[in-house]
């Protein structure tokens, strides 16, 4: 079954304890992105990567990191977490060639940060 | 202002009513479009997908996107409770790199049996 998939789904944290989240995919898809969904505001994109060892800031890349050294995987670090960055995240991916846009989300993993 | 507006809602119909789900914008540069479906605790899942202008259908639903007024729509036809979720239209001005997605804040949809 073609998926990305996160995991933890649910995590709990204190401020400026690391964290890892990570996101996969089996679609062999080459580009890849985070999100996070507040109220009101939305889905905003965090960073992306084009491809292995390809990435980039999004709009609100402020306290995160990212790398990409395999094609499938995707992971999110949060260096030191800060209350502000609790919120639902959101891994996505989508091919690359032929202008393709449509991009397909993991299940989300819900960060709280106290 | 919003890049992206859209009614919160929630918006509360009686099964089988046709249903309208709006999105506005500012940026005309936007070429793509998609409609998501989120249903609660889960991602939001690709629904609709237009290119520029015109009408898109497939099965129950259908999109249309009016670019001179930076307007789109998405329609359910016959909607069932099953239809019940968060619909989150979401756009692109196709800048092949970053592939950011400006999304709505999404239109909370209630369908009653």
């Known amino acids: 079954e073609a998926q990305v998939t996160q995991n933890p789904r649910y995590l709990i944290t204190v401020t400026g304890k690391k964290l890892t989240v990570t996101c996969s995919q089996n679609?062999?898809?080459?580009?890849m992105s985070w999100y996070r969904q507040d109220p009101g505001l939305g889905l905003r994109q965090i960073y992306y990567s084009m491809n292995v060892e390809v990435t980039d800031k999004g709009d609100v890349p402020e306290g995160y990191k990212v790398s990409r050294k395999e094609k499938r995987n995707f992971p999110l670090i949060l260096e030191s977490p800060s209350p502000n960055q609790t919120s639902l995240y959101f891994c996505a991916s989508s091919r690359r060639e032929g202008g393709s846009y449509e991009q397909y989300f993991g299940p989300g993993t819900r960060l709280t940060v106290t | 202002q919003k890049e992206v507006e859209q009614d919160p809602g929630p918006l509360s119909v009686p099964e089988g009513a046709i249903v309208s789900l709006n999105c506005t914008y500012s940026n005309s540069a936007f070429q793509y479009f998609m409609w998501y479906r989120q249903y609660s605790r889960k991602g939001p899942e690709l629904l609709m997908y237009?290119?520029?202008?015109g009408n898109k259908e497939d099965g129950r639903f259908t999109a249309q996107v009016d670019k001179s007024s930076k307007y789109i729509s998405l329609f359910i036809r016959d909607s069932q409770p099953s239809d019940s979720a968060t619909y989150l239209c979401a756009m692109s001005a196709g800048d092949t790199g970053r592939r950011a997605l400006t999304f709505g804040s999404g239109t909370r949809l209630q369908v009653q049996p």
């Open positions: 237009t290119y520029s202008s």
């Open positions: 679609m062999n898809h080459e580009y």
